[in-house]
């Protein structure tokens, strides 16, 4: 779907915006004072909402793909033992981020749960560990299922490391975060399944984390309070099911379009923990059926287009992180939503981008961008590669084409070449021939002319002569004759020849003879 990334921004601005101003609005009290938009900015809130849109930027501009490229070429011909060494690295580093809030100097307790460090030299600036490692978890879970891919599909033995570690980063965030732990392991077990694993192998592995979590709650009073209050809040609505009935009577005071923004009633003092996880109750009450309508769209959006980014997405790494992030959200914002209408015991899960948290609302939304980045990287090397197919097709034509040139052009030059070379001697040497054979038979033709002419000019002479003599003399008047006869006799054999060549001839001579004369 071509337009996915622009609906995954667009949603997370969009929630993001409602989740400002809905815990601004849960944040009212009877006695304080008026607050304007600009106070509204300049608060916690408004500050992480703009944290967040720069982490969804940030995020959208990653280079994952090129980094995965990083990775494929550092690993060489060892990918599995490179995946490991990463796997344990960045494990380590996840591991001692979940142990901070338990640290002297670091932990921040909040209603005796520590699940928040503070920044040293900032006191009123805390940071949520948890929330740090759900993500960090994800992308780690990923790159080492992608380095390690060969071998995830041969047995259990080689997904063991992951457990391993993947259990070590969860164990700290399990004592105070049941909820949270239990999201995160749900995380890591749909990650190795689709990374390759067999699910029927790791089936009876999943029995040891239920054990865990069942003792977990079986320890600690206020879980199995949970438990009780789950199968009925109205057994006790005072006291243990207090969260649940105040919850579902936010959600029915806002019927189908609310009492209005900023007109919810049980956010003063009625409704516990309204800025965090019974944020979903507030949207309820002041924007009714309709504002609730939006935020189920808003993240059923966001879920359709991190889909189909992953289904698009043909790279192991990348596909993986897709599949990571868009579960996480998925579960996240189902398990709250649960708990806010009592269909689910209370889990301490906030709402994704909406409930209160500055840390949530900017990792969660960084992560929103990786699935931009992932899809706008991938259509950029898809134009890139058309545009090379494109250029290469181009550049066979014009080799073609220059190919047909320089065969025309060769053509040409062998033309040039016959035409320099033999046609012009040849033609030369007949031209020479016609010429010679043409002068040949002009001389031919107009050679007898002239013989006749020039015997003629003798005869004519003779005949004069004769004439001259038979004058003179009178003597031997029978040879004259025969001398007369002889001439006729001449004159008719060469009649068969041209008169206009004859007679121009002796007319030629008669002429030069009166001037002579």
Known sequence: MRAAPQIIA??????????????????????????????????????????????????????????????????????????LFLLMLAGGLLFIVAIL?????????????????????????????????????????AIALWLRRNATTQGLRPVLPLLLVAGLVIAPVVIEDLGTGVLLLAVAGVLIVAGGACWWKLAPLGLVPLAGAVALVAIEPYRMARIRTFLDPFADPQGEGYHVVQSMATIAGGDTLGRGLGMGIQKFGYLPEDQTDFVFAVV???LGLAGAALVVFLYLAILWAGFAIMRAERQLALKLIALGVVTTIGAQAAINLLVVTGWAPAKGIPLPLLSSGGTGWIMTAGSLGLLVSIDRSRRDETIDDIEDEWEDEDFEEDEDGQDEADEDEAEEDGLDEDWDDDEPAAAQDEWEGDEADEQEQWEGDNEPSGAVEFEADEEVEDEL????EEDEDDAEPGANDAAEDATDEQLDEDDWEPEASLWDGLYDDDEVDDEAR
Request: hydrophobic share 50%; glycine share 8%.
């Open 465 to 468: 002569e004769d004439e001259y």
């Open 284 to 286: 309820n009450e002041e």
């Open 10 to 83: 667009l949603a997370t601005i969009a929630l993001l915006t409602l989740g400002m101003v809905m815990v601004t609005s849960a944040a009212m009290s009877l006695d304080a004072q008026a607050f304007t938009f600009r106070d509204v900015l300049e608060s916690k809130t408004g500050v992480a909402f703009g944290l967040a849109v720069f982490a969804l930027l940030l995020g959208a501009i990653t280079p994952l793909r090129s980094l995965m490229r990083v990775l494929a070429r550092a690993a060489g011909d060892e990918p599995q033992r490179f995946g």
């Open 101 to 141: 809030p338990y640290l002297p100097g670091f932990g921040h307790a909040v209603n005796n749960s520590r699940r928040w460090i503070r920044v040293p030299g900032i006191a009123s600036l805390t940071i949520q560990p948890s929330e740090i490692v759900k993500w960090g978890l994800v992308l780690v879970l």
